[in-house]
């Protein structure tokens, strides 16, 4: 198959943090069919979309990467939209607004695609990915097939689903939503946008969204600011001023610049409230013996 491949790769331009190191090989299928045909023949590949909420190795990685970000096609059915996994999420959103489609709201602002927003079970302002979807199409890994998983078996949880425990890799979805009048949703849209930009950076502060999980009836980012991380950095990353949850890469900042500053900040609030952050983000590819260090404190609870 004549599928495009890019070489050598800086992976740091497809990630919305803009940090990472040189890939071997990076393909981006643009079929189900060229997925399937990676899948089979490349040896222990690395599944991304966006690249929204990940910290790439500035080290890189010796794994093959398969981008699904031009696998894109949707299609709408009355109420029901179709979606394959590398669809953006404010794509989508717009989209269900011209269809007159209410559900997609609280994804206006999001860069992620829908592969890692139904991984995640994505959420914000009272609507998550749960909330509509249908159908999700993956493919398994143990079983190389493609199979179609119900709402009940995705078992979504907070920010989980059942893609996180097994070797499962979203290819679509099926969503049902309800009909509404556009101006509605166009008014609850702009107020998502408008909160996001009072409070979040936008993407020309390079970031890649919450850190930390929101620990069980709490907020991550309410704990974070009441240990009073804002204005901590390293010497390329920062702790965003409007809001303690996001770390922006002030320009050249490296992965371990960031996992440095996640460290200083799950320790101000494990030293203030006793309580252990869990990382949002995912860390890929290699590390060095410090990032090592970090994540196994970070990432311990995710490991067990």
Not at 199 to 222: M, T, W, Y
Request: glycine share 8%; charged share 25%; hydrophobic share 35%.
């Amino acid at each position: 198959m004549d599928i495009e491949l890019k070489e050598n790769f800086d992976i740091k331009n497809l990630t919305t943090f803009k940090v990472g190191g040189v890939v071997k090989k990076v393909y981006f299928p643009k079929t189900q069919g060229e997925f399937l045909h990676l899948m089979r023949t490349e040896k222990n590949p690395i599944i991304l979309g966006a690249c929204s909420n990940i910290i790439f190795s500035s080290q890189g990685c010796d794994n093959t990467i398969i981008c699904t970000s031009k696998m894109s096609n949707l299609q709408i059915r009355g109420t029901k939209i179709i979606t394959e996994c590398g669809v953006k999420g404010a794509y989508l959103a717009q989209k269900a607004l011209e269809a007159g489609l209410s559900g997609f709201e609280f994804m206006i602002g999001f860069p992620g695609t829908m592969g890692g927003n139904i991984f995640m079970n994505a959420g914000a302002h009272n609507q998550s990915i749960a909330d509509t979807l249908s159908m999700v199409c993956v493919y398994d890994k143990d079983k190389d097939d493609v199979i179609y998983l119900s709402k009940q078996e995705m078992q979504f949880g907070y920010r989980h689903s059942i893609i996180q425990d097994k070797k499962y890799i979203v290819l679509g979805a099926e969503f049902d939503l309800k009909k509404e009048n556009p101006e509605k949703i166009k008014d609850l849209m702009d107020r998502n946008l408008e909160f996001r930009k009072n409070i979040q950076p936008s993407l020309v502060h390079p970031n890649a969204g919450s850190v930390f999980k929101n620990p069980e009836h709490d907020s991550a980012g309410r704990l974070l600011d009441k240990a009073g991380v804002k204005g901590l950095e390293t010497p390329n990353a920062l702790v965003w001023n409007k809001h303690a949850n996001f770390i922006v890469n002030k320009g050249n900042a490296s992965s371990q610049d960031i996992l440095e500053l996640m460290l200083m900040m799950y320790n101000k609030v494990k030293r203030t409230y006793t309580i252990e952050l869990i990382p949002e983000v995912r860390y890929i590819g290699k590390m060095n013996k410090r990032e090592e260090e970090i994540c196994k404190e970070l990432y311990k609870k995710i490991q067990k």
